[in-house]
């Protein structure tokens, strides 16, 4: 990891673009490809209406695919913690449920997709003409859900296990067979639309066996029978940690099942009839996500590159790695926009032959529906690059503005307003918003990176080595923001005569890591409410559970080492199976802490109430995600202590008093 770490913040840009972009691309464009496939052969074996029955069959998939990544990128994550803590037995049974509860769900929803198809494909806009293709294509489609699912969970966690290639090498076998058997069952046993999703299932079937087999080759944890217990709290942890890809996935199926049902409307009031739109922009969709695999591996590879410089406060790295990527990434949309407005035809042909009508409508959606896709080159890196330095606000905006607050609202009124040339407007009126957002955000995160100072304060040691108990004992400290615990804690380690730790961590972890000391402080013990939206699909554990981990290890050592204090940092769960542990929570009135919090601390009165439950609030988050407790359950600590009653001194002399009797 150091030397890696050490690449990150001194190697060229673009030498580390291509190391960690080119495989993430390629990784999405095969998934992308994966999809593409089917409906060219259908479209020349079946013609476009098998196209559009895949293209309603399609958003059932696309919920499969939500829950075995929300499972899978959230055991990977959960995965990388409990290896990063030392803790293997953890991460095992963390595996084993996360491949549990994927099992538990896909046959749920094998079983909810073929009981209710018919009902299901009405939601996402199936026509008459359309109805018995879906059907047909459908029913066998949902047979091998589970093979998908299953399979998709364990990719991202053998990924995670260290094996990428592996993981790659499984998916792109499953791809290359369905390139070959779907001619074979559409041309030669001429099976139509059932032929397609024979082959689909098929090579489903081999990158779930593929997966399968990895299980007894994982190089970081050893699976047993008995970590194969469904364990509820640890599959609440994984979903949440997955949570990210969920949302990612289901913003695309209400978009597809919006767009499919609107087509289908004022299409049949159009020449075009309802079937032709439905067809074409499930096919124009497909095509544009190549473009979006491309720029999201180039901007997810990147992810680590921005990450680190940021938190090593090397931000004219940051800056330079932006502009590389923005760069590029707009050549790309602009060669993709070229590609669009001037030859569709062409485009749409590789999908089959359609009568006037049909090629009319193609050249009508990519020439409105994309007319803008340039801005992704912006928009899309844009929401990485925030997720990366743990923007998490702004990463969601990003995020979720294009599909959700833009995409989705402008299908219904536009419309409404100008039929179905107004469902294809409302792609470029949601590229244009979502592309304005992005470059305010990131002007004004620009120009913040050229004002931040890499100035940082640091406490220096002061407390006496004067120890005076007779044995070794370890003293952790959590507190309310402007309780006065940390200064408890200073007086405790004084009385006592030993060491005092707390942004002596700070300046450890900038040494190992490289991390600045202000990043360090501005990041470790926080948590805020949409955090968790950084962790995803494309993403390893984030800069926030690297500082954990390294904080986790340096507190260990100290308590392998001496008696000490020890402030926050989740130091009572992280040393939940040392002995001599002393665990002591201290609050107090919001009168007070706003005393202290304006006095000591400077804060602005109108605003201090608000920071102080603002920074209880991610103190809380932070230590609920890392030891799955509630901060404020007073049963996790031995004292809790309200420090208005005797006062800071006084507080302190009876945590030492106890102390003193107990060891």
């Known amino acids: ?102 099992i538990i769900i896909a046959i749920i929803l094998c079983v909810v997709t073929i009981s209710f198809l018919p009902q299901l494909l009405n939601i996402f806009g199936c026509t008459d003409n359309l109805r018995e293709y879906a059907l047909n294509y459908g029913y066998i489609i949902a047979i091998g859900l589970p093979f998908m699912m299953i399979g998709t969970t364990l990719n991202s966690i053998i990924r995670a296990d260290g094996s990428p290639k ?27 639309v059932q032929g397609a999703a024979i082959a689909t299932i098929a090579s489903q079937f081999i990158t779930f066996i593929l997966n399968i087999l990895y299980i007894k080759k994982f190089k970081s944890i050893k699976l047993s029978k008995q970590d194969f217990k469904f364990k509820f709290n640890i599959v609440k942890k994984l979903s949440a940690l997955g949570i990210s890809s969920f949302i990612t996935q289901m913003s695309f199926v209400f978009v597809m099942a919006c767009e499919n049902n609107l087509l289908g409307k004022y299409g049949a009031e159009s020449k075009f009839g309802a079937e032709i739109p439905i067809t074409v922009l499930g096919i124009v969709m497909k095509i544009s996500q190549i473009l979006n695999s491309i720029i999201i591996g180039l ?18 790295r940051v800056k330079q790695t932006l502009k590389t990527v923005l760069s590029v990434s707009v050549v790309i949309s602009t060669i993709a926009f070229i590609l669009f407005q001037t030859i569709p035809d062409k485009l749409i042909l590789i999908f089959g032959n359609g009568d006037s009508n049909y090629i009319e409508f193609a050249c009508l959606g990519f020439r409105i529906y994309l ?26 905006i990003l995020s979720l503005s294009r599909q959700i607050l833009f995409l989705i609202p402008s299908l219904f009124v536009l419309g409404r307003m100008f039929g179905i040339n107004g469902v294809l407007f409302a792609g470029p009126v949601a590229d244009t918003l979502a592309f304005i957002i992005a470059v305010i955000l990131l002007i004004f995160e620009v120009k913040n990176l050229g004002r931040k100072s890499k100035n940082s304060q640091t406490l220096v040691d002061d407390t006496s080595s004067d120890n005076k108990l007779k044995q070794k004992v370890i003293i952790t400290i959590s507190r309310e923001y402007g309780s006065g615990g940390r200064y408890i804690g200073r007086l405790i380690a004084d009385k006592l005569g030993i060491k005092f730790y707390d942004k002596e961590f700070v300046e450890k972890l900038a040494e190992e890591t490289g991390l600045s000391e202000d990043y360090i402080e501005n990041n470790e013990q926080k948590r805020d ?40 940092r ?22 007070d802490k706003i005393k202290r919090a304006t006095e000591i601390y400077r804060i602005d009165k ?55 009797e107990k060891y």
């Open 1 to 102: 990891m150091e030397n890696e770490e050490n690449i990150l913040g001194t190697e060229k840009i673009g030498k580390l673009i291509k190391k960690f972009s080119i495989p993430c691309i390629i990784s999405l464009l095969v998934n992308s490809l994966y999809n593409i496939v089917d409906q060219i052969f259908i479209g020349w074996g079946v013609g476009y209406l098998g196209n559009g029955a895949t293209n309603v069959v399609f958003p059932l998939t696309m919920i499969c695919l939500s829950f075995a990544l929300m499972f899978g990128d959230g055991t990977s994550a959960y995965l990388s913690l409990k290896l990063g803590e030392k803790k293997k037995e953890d991460a095992q049974k963390g595996v084993a449920n996360g491949i549990i509860i994927s």
């Open 299 to 316: 901007a997810a590879g990147t992810q680590p590159i921005w990450g680190y410089n940021y938190g090593a406060g090397k931000f004219d």
């Open 166 to 192: 592996y993981s790659m090498t499984s998916m792109v076998t499953g791809a290359i067979l369905n390139l070959i058997l779907d001619p074979i069952f559409i041309f030669v046993f001429k099976m139509g």
């Open 371 to 396: 007319m803008l896709v340039i801005c992704n080159g912006i928009q899309i890196p844009s929401g990485i690059f925030f997720q990366a330095i743990g923007k998490s606000i702004k990463s969601a």
């Open 606 to 660: 109108q605003k201090v109430q608000k920071e102080i439950k603002k920074i209880d609030k991610e103190r809380a988050n932070h230590y609920k995600h890392y030891t799955e407790n509630d901060w404020h359950n007073f049963s996790n600590y031995d004292i809790c202590i309200n420090s208005d009653t005797l006062g800071v001194e006084k507080s302190a002399d009876l945590i030492c008093e106890i102390i003193n």
């Open 529 to 568: 409410t949409l955090a968790l939206l950084n962790n995803g699909y494309y993403f390893g554990i984030n800069n926030s559970d690297e500082l954990f981990l390294k904080e986790s290890e340096l507190i260990k050592e100290v308590a392998n080492k001496e008696s000490c204090v020890i402030i926050g």
């Open 570 to 591: 989740c130091a009572d769960f992280i040393l939940k199976d040392y002995n001599n542990v002393f665990k002591v929570f201290v609050y107090s009135n919001m009168e």
